[in-house]
């Protein structure tokens, strides 16, 4: 995930991501928070994609928003 979009934006992304990604807690967020690659790891635990889905999903988030 681009580091960039996290930059200055971290508030308003993770509230997106809480919109589209319901099953992620304040405590996954924390831990993304710290290393953004950790995104891909908690969606796979909370969702079950494999590991190219997520990183996909994550492409299309970033994309959009």
């Known amino acids: 995930m681009n ?12 509230g997106k991501m809480k919109q589209t990604w319901g099953k992620l807690t304040d405590d996954d967020f924390k831990v993304i ?6 995104i ?4 796979q635990k909370h969702y079950g994609y494999s590991k190219d889905e997520a990183e996909r999903v994550v492409k299309d988030f970033t994309t959009k928003h």
Do not use: P, T, V
Request: hydrophobic content about 25%; proline content about 0%.
């Open 33 to 38: 928070e710290g290393n953004h690659q950790e």
């Open 3 to 14: 580091k960039d979009i996290f930059e200055g934006k971290w508030e308003e992304i993770k």
């Open 40 to 43: 891909f790891g908690k969606l």
